[in-house]
Protein backbone atom coordinates (compact mmCIF):
# COMPACT_ATOMS: atom_id res chain seq x y z
CA UNK A 1 0.00 0.00 0.00
CA UNK A 2 1.45 3.25 -0.91
CA UNK A 3 2.01 5.52 2.06
CA UNK A 4 2.00 8.48 0.33
CA UNK A 5 -0.58 10.84 1.77
CA UNK A 6 -3.27 11.81 -1.17
CA UNK A 7 -2.92 15.28 -1.52
CA UNK A 8 -6.64 17.56 -1.86
CA UNK A 9 -6.19 19.87 -5.00
CA UNK A 10 -6.53 23.25 -3.39
CA UNK A 11 -10.02 24.28 -4.91
CA UNK A 12 -11.15 28.08 -4.12
CA UNK A 13 -14.74 29.82 -5.52
CA UNK A 14 -16.16 33.16 -5.79
CA UNK A 15 -19.74 33.49 -4.15
CA UNK A 16 -21.65 36.71 -5.42
CA UNK A 17 -25.02 37.45 -4.54
CA UNK A 18 -27.23 38.61 -7.75
CA UNK A 19 -28.52 41.66 -6.08
CA UNK A 20 -26.92 44.73 -7.38
CA UNK A 21 -23.91 45.27 -9.92
CA UNK A 22 -20.05 44.07 -9.18
CA UNK A 23 -17.95 46.81 -7.74
CA UNK A 24 -14.10 47.33 -7.18
CA UNK A 25 -14.35 44.88 -3.91
CA UNK A 26 -16.17 41.93 -5.49
CA UNK A 27 -13.22 42.14 -8.32
CA UNK A 28 -10.74 41.72 -6.00
CA UNK A 29 -12.18 38.72 -4.89
CA UNK A 30 -12.83 37.09 -7.29
CA UNK A 31 -9.26 37.99 -8.99
CA UNK A 32 -7.54 37.18 -6.02
CA UNK A 33 -9.64 34.15 -5.33
CA UNK A 34 -8.72 32.74 -9.27
CA UNK A 35 -5.73 33.97 -9.42
CA UNK A 36 -4.62 32.37 -6.28
CA UNK A 37 -6.24 29.24 -7.87
CA UNK A 38 -4.40 29.26 -10.64
CA UNK A 39 -1.24 29.75 -8.78
CA UNK A 40 -1.64 26.16 -7.07
CA UNK A 41 -3.12 24.52 -10.13
CA UNK A 42 -6.25 24.37 -8.12
CA UNK A 43 -9.97 24.42 -9.34
CA UNK A 44 -11.93 27.83 -9.05
CA UNK A 45 -15.58 27.39 -8.44
CA UNK A 46 -18.30 30.12 -9.44
CA UNK A 47 -21.43 29.74 -6.49
CA UNK A 48 -24.55 32.03 -6.96
CA UNK A 49 -26.00 32.76 -3.49
CA UNK A 50 -29.32 33.72 -4.44
CA UNK A 51 -31.32 32.67 -1.19
CA UNK A 52 -32.99 36.16 -1.29
CA UNK A 53 -34.97 35.59 -3.91
CA UNK A 54 -37.22 38.60 -3.38
CA UNK A 55 -33.83 40.90 -3.99
CA UNK A 56 -31.94 37.91 -6.14
CA UNK A 57 -32.86 38.89 -10.14
CA UNK A 58 -31.78 37.10 -12.96
CA UNK A 59 -30.20 40.41 -14.93
CA UNK A 60 -27.74 40.86 -12.17
CA UNK A 61 -26.62 37.25 -12.80
CA UNK A 62 -26.32 37.82 -16.41
CA UNK A 63 -24.33 41.02 -15.44
CA UNK A 64 -22.10 39.73 -12.57
CA UNK A 65 -21.44 36.64 -15.49
CA UNK A 66 -20.77 39.28 -18.34
CA UNK A 67 -17.89 41.11 -15.67
CA UNK A 68 -16.15 38.03 -14.61
CA UNK A 69 -15.92 36.63 -18.01
CA UNK A 70 -14.40 40.50 -18.99
CA UNK A 71 -12.15 40.28 -15.91
CA UNK A 72 -10.44 37.19 -17.36
CA UNK A 73 -12.08 34.95 -14.96
CA UNK A 74 -13.21 31.06 -15.92
CA UNK A 75 -14.41 28.90 -13.27
CA UNK A 76 -13.74 24.57 -13.58
CA UNK A 77 -17.38 23.25 -13.25
CA UNK A 78 -20.95 24.27 -13.91
CA UNK A 79 -22.16 27.21 -11.28
CA UNK A 80 -23.41 26.17 -8.14
CA UNK A 81 -26.87 28.04 -7.32
CA UNK A 82 -28.30 28.06 -3.32
CA UNK A 83 -32.04 28.19 -4.89
CA UNK A 84 -31.55 24.37 -6.40
CA UNK A 85 -29.83 23.60 -3.20
CA UNK A 86 -32.91 23.85 -0.75
CA UNK A 87 -33.33 20.16 0.35
CA UNK A 88 -29.73 20.18 1.41
CA UNK A 89 -30.49 23.04 3.77
CA UNK A 90 -33.71 21.20 4.79
CA UNK A 91 -31.54 18.33 5.70
CA UNK A 92 -29.30 20.02 8.03
CA UNK A 93 -31.95 21.93 9.53
CA UNK A 94 -33.72 18.14 10.54
CA UNK A 95 -30.64 17.11 11.97
CA UNK A 96 -29.74 19.90 13.96
CA UNK A 97 -33.32 20.48 15.27
CA UNK A 98 -33.76 16.81 16.43
CA UNK A 99 -30.65 17.31 18.01
CA UNK A 100 -32.73 20.30 20.43
CA UNK A 101 -29.78 22.53 18.57
CA UNK A 102 -32.66 24.90 17.09
CA UNK A 103 -35.62 26.77 18.51
CA UNK A 104 -38.58 28.58 16.18
CA UNK A 105 -38.48 32.76 17.15
CA UNK A 106 -41.64 35.35 16.27
CA UNK A 107 -39.48 37.76 17.24
CA UNK A 108 -39.61 41.34 15.33
CA UNK A 109 -36.58 43.45 14.99
CA UNK A 110 -38.52 46.14 17.01
CA UNK A 111 -39.33 42.99 19.86
CA UNK A 112 -35.50 42.88 19.85
CA UNK A 113 -34.97 46.50 19.97
CA UNK A 114 -37.39 46.71 23.30
CA UNK A 115 -36.22 43.60 25.12
CA UNK A 116 -32.44 45.30 24.23
CA UNK A 117 -34.46 48.38 25.60
CA UNK A 118 -31.71 49.83 22.89
CA UNK A 119 -31.02 52.70 21.53
CA UNK A 120 -33.20 54.84 22.99
CA UNK A 121 -32.36 54.42 26.50
CA UNK A 122 -28.98 54.19 25.59
CA UNK A 123 -28.14 50.64 26.93
CA UNK A 124 -24.97 49.26 25.66
CA UNK A 125 -25.78 46.60 23.31
CA UNK A 126 -22.78 43.37 22.42
CA UNK A 127 -22.36 43.89 18.93
CA UNK A 128 -21.92 40.19 17.45
CA UNK A 129 -21.14 39.37 13.58
CA UNK A 130 -24.52 40.06 13.13
CA UNK A 131 -25.62 42.56 14.74
CA UNK A 132 -26.87 43.05 18.01
CA UNK A 133 -26.71 39.49 20.18
CA UNK A 134 -30.25 38.29 20.20
CA UNK A 135 -31.60 38.51 24.11
CA UNK A 136 -32.86 34.96 23.89
CA UNK A 137 -36.55 35.93 23.87
CA UNK A 138 -37.77 33.26 22.31
CA UNK A 139 -35.78 30.75 23.67
CA UNK A 140 -37.80 29.30 26.36
CA UNK A 141 -41.16 30.32 24.94
CA UNK A 142 -41.44 27.87 22.49
CA UNK A 143 -41.68 23.99 22.24
CA UNK A 144 -44.15 24.11 25.61
CA UNK A 145 -41.40 23.73 27.40
CA UNK A 146 -40.71 20.32 25.90
CA UNK A 147 -37.62 19.62 23.89
CA UNK A 148 -38.43 21.37 20.33
CA UNK A 149 -37.28 17.45 18.59
CA UNK A 150 -40.96 15.82 20.15
CA UNK A 151 -42.94 18.50 17.52
CA UNK A 152 -42.46 18.61 14.06
CA UNK A 153 -39.98 21.51 12.78
CA UNK A 154 -41.74 24.61 11.83
CA UNK A 155 -41.32 26.12 8.53
CA UNK A 156 -43.36 29.30 9.31
CA UNK A 157 -41.08 30.57 11.80
CA UNK A 158 -37.65 31.57 11.84
CA UNK A 159 -35.11 28.94 13.75
CA UNK A 160 -32.36 30.44 15.83
CA UNK A 161 -29.34 28.17 16.93
CA UNK A 162 -29.47 27.80 20.87
CA UNK A 163 -25.74 28.75 20.73
CA UNK A 164 -24.55 27.87 24.03
CA UNK A 165 -25.94 24.27 23.85
CA UNK A 166 -24.10 24.41 20.54
CA UNK A 167 -20.65 25.25 21.97
CA UNK A 168 -21.12 22.66 25.18
CA UNK A 169 -21.83 19.91 21.91
CA UNK A 170 -18.69 21.07 20.59
CA UNK A 171 -16.65 20.46 23.69
CA UNK A 172 -15.36 17.21 22.13
CA UNK A 173 -15.16 18.26 18.57
CA UNK A 174 -12.45 21.45 18.75
CA UNK A 175 -9.48 21.05 17.09
CA UNK A 176 -7.25 22.93 19.36
CA UNK A 177 -3.59 23.03 19.64
CA UNK A 178 -3.62 24.34 23.12
CA UNK A 179 -4.36 21.36 25.33
CA UNK A 180 -7.60 21.64 27.66
CA UNK A 181 -8.33 25.00 26.48
CA UNK A 182 -11.81 25.68 24.52
CA UNK A 183 -11.01 26.92 21.34
CA UNK A 184 -12.54 27.02 17.61
CA UNK A 185 -9.23 26.42 15.64
CA UNK A 186 -9.16 27.24 11.80
CA UNK A 187 -6.14 28.23 9.82
CA UNK A 188 -5.91 31.91 8.57
CA UNK A 189 -3.39 32.84 6.07
CA UNK A 190 -4.58 36.44 5.47
CA UNK A 191 -3.12 39.73 6.05
CA UNK A 192 -5.09 41.22 9.00
CA UNK A 193 -5.89 37.76 11.55
CA UNK A 194 -3.19 35.83 11.60
CA UNK A 195 -4.22 32.78 13.82
CA UNK A 196 -7.41 31.49 15.16
CA UNK A 197 -10.13 32.26 17.31
CA UNK A 198 -9.50 31.59 20.58
CA UNK A 199 -11.95 32.42 23.21
CA UNK A 200 -14.24 30.54 26.47
CA UNK A 201 -16.99 28.46 25.51
CA UNK A 202 -19.37 31.00 27.45
CA UNK A 203 -17.81 34.37 26.23
CA UNK A 204 -17.75 32.84 22.41
CA UNK A 205 -21.59 31.58 22.76
CA UNK A 206 -22.21 34.95 24.85
CA UNK A 207 -20.46 37.43 21.94
CA UNK A 208 -22.35 35.62 19.28
CA UNK A 209 -26.06 34.72 20.50
CA UNK A 210 -28.51 32.71 19.06
CA UNK A 211 -28.02 33.39 15.33
CA UNK A 212 -30.73 32.39 12.78
CA UNK A 213 -29.92 29.55 10.81
CA UNK A 214 -33.37 29.49 9.04
CA UNK A 215 -35.11 32.44 7.91
CA UNK A 216 -39.08 32.44 7.78
CA UNK A 217 -38.99 33.63 4.60
CA UNK A 218 -35.86 31.89 3.19
CA UNK A 219 -36.02 28.66 4.87
CA UNK A 220 -32.34 28.88 5.30
CA UNK A 221 -29.97 31.79 6.30
CA UNK A 222 -26.45 32.77 4.95
CA UNK A 223 -24.65 31.23 7.26
CA UNK A 224 -26.12 27.48 7.06
CA UNK A 225 -26.25 27.63 3.02
CA UNK A 226 -22.08 29.16 2.94
CA UNK A 227 -20.45 26.29 4.92
CA UNK A 228 -23.02 23.33 3.28
CA UNK A 229 -22.02 24.77 -0.53
CA UNK A 230 -18.69 24.69 0.74
CA UNK A 231 -18.65 21.31 1.79
CA UNK A 232 -20.56 20.59 -1.24
CA UNK A 233 -17.96 21.95 -3.52
CA UNK A 234 -14.98 20.41 -1.92
CA UNK A 235 -13.76 24.07 -1.09
CA UNK A 236 -10.02 23.52 0.75
CA UNK A 237 -9.68 27.78 0.45
CA UNK A 238 -12.13 29.96 1.26
CA UNK A 239 -10.96 33.85 0.16
CA UNK A 240 -13.43 36.40 0.79
CA UNK A 241 -13.14 40.15 2.22
CA UNK A 242 -12.38 40.54 6.03
CA UNK A 243 -15.76 41.86 6.47
CA UNK A 244 -16.80 38.04 7.11
CA UNK A 245 -13.96 37.61 9.39
CA UNK A 246 -16.34 37.19 12.17
CA UNK A 247 -18.36 35.27 10.55
CA UNK A 248 -16.08 32.39 10.34
CA UNK A 249 -16.22 31.73 13.97
CA UNK A 250 -19.68 31.13 13.17
CA UNK A 251 -18.95 28.94 9.93
CA UNK A 252 -16.42 26.95 11.57
CA UNK A 253 -18.64 25.91 14.39
CA UNK A 254 -21.34 25.02 12.11
CA UNK A 255 -18.57 23.01 10.53
CA UNK A 256 -17.76 20.72 13.43
CA UNK A 257 -21.50 20.49 14.10
CA UNK A 258 -22.35 19.01 10.74
CA UNK A 259 -19.65 17.24 10.63
CA UNK A 260 -18.16 19.10 7.83
CA UNK A 261 -14.67 19.78 6.88
CA UNK A 262 -13.08 23.64 7.80
CA UNK A 263 -11.26 24.61 4.91
CA UNK A 264 -8.30 27.23 4.94
CA UNK A 265 -9.60 30.45 5.42
CA UNK A 266 -7.71 34.19 3.86
CA UNK A 267 -9.68 37.45 4.18
CA UNK A 268 -8.45 39.60 2.51
CA UNK A 269 -8.11 43.45 2.94
CA UNK A 270 -11.03 45.34 1.83
CA UNK A 271 -11.57 48.03 -1.41
CA UNK A 272 -12.27 51.28 -0.13
CA UNK A 273 -13.51 54.71 -1.43
CA UNK A 274 -11.55 58.06 -1.31
CA UNK A 275 -13.15 58.39 2.38
CA UNK A 276 -11.73 55.60 3.39
CA UNK A 277 -15.78 53.46 3.42
CA UNK A 278 -15.69 50.11 2.05
CA UNK A 279 -17.94 49.57 -0.80
CA UNK A 280 -21.09 48.53 -0.70
CA UNK A 281 -23.34 47.07 -4.02
CA UNK A 282 -25.32 50.49 -3.84
CA UNK A 283 -22.22 52.23 -4.72
CA UNK A 284 -22.98 52.24 -8.47
CA UNK A 285 -20.56 54.53 -9.15
CA UNK A 286 -18.05 52.18 -8.33
CA UNK A 287 -19.65 49.28 -10.46
CA UNK A 288 -17.34 47.28 -12.58
CA UNK A 289 -19.86 47.83 -15.74
CA UNK A 290 -19.17 51.63 -15.51
CA UNK A 291 -15.68 51.23 -15.83
CA UNK A 292 -16.16 48.87 -18.34
CA UNK A 293 -18.47 51.22 -19.97
CA UNK A 294 -15.94 54.58 -19.64
CA UNK A 295 -12.41 51.98 -21.59
CA UNK A 296 -11.31 50.71 -18.46
CA UNK A 297 -9.45 47.69 -19.15
CA UNK A 298 -9.11 44.45 -16.79
CA UNK A 299 -5.09 45.70 -16.32
CA UNK A 300 -6.57 49.24 -14.86
CA UNK A 301 -9.21 47.23 -12.49
CA UNK A 302 -6.30 44.90 -11.53
CA UNK A 303 -4.05 48.08 -10.41
CA UNK A 304 -7.06 49.51 -8.77
CA UNK A 305 -7.67 47.21 -6.73
CA UNK A 306 -3.85 46.44 -5.79
CA UNK A 307 -3.44 43.40 -7.71
CA UNK A 308 -0.85 44.05 -10.32
N1 LIG B 1 -22.33 36.07 -0.90
C1 LIG B 1 -21.42 36.78 -0.04
C2 LIG B 1 -21.26 38.20 -0.55
O1 LIG B 1 -21.63 38.49 -1.69
C3 LIG B 1 -20.04 36.13 0.04
C4 LIG B 1 -20.06 34.91 0.85
C5 LIG B 1 -18.71 34.29 1.17
O2 LIG B 1 -17.73 34.54 0.45
O3 LIG B 1 -18.65 33.53 2.12
O4 LIG B 1 -20.78 39.03 0.20
Redesign the pocket.
Known amino acids: MACRPELTRFTT ?5 PTGPLHLG ?1 AC ?1 ALLSHDMARAHGGRFLL ?1 I ?1 DIDQNRSKPEWERQLIADLHWLGIHWDSEPMRQSDRMPAYATALDDLWSGNLLYPCTCTRRDIDLALGAPQEGVAVSEGPDGPVYPGTCRERHCGGLPCSMSPRPKDMHLRLAMAQAAMLCDHCVLSPRQGEWGLWFTETGPAHAGAVFTSRESYAAGIGDIILARRDFGTS ?1 HLS ?1 VLD ?1 AAQGITH ?1 I ?2 E ?2 FE ?1 TRI ?1 VLLQRLLGLPTPVYHHHRLVRDDQGKRLAKRDDARALAKYRAEGATPADIRRMVGLS
Not at 13 to 17: D, E, G, L, M, T
Request: charged share 30%; hydrophobic share 30%; net charge neutral.
Open positions: RFAPSHSREYVDVRGDLAH
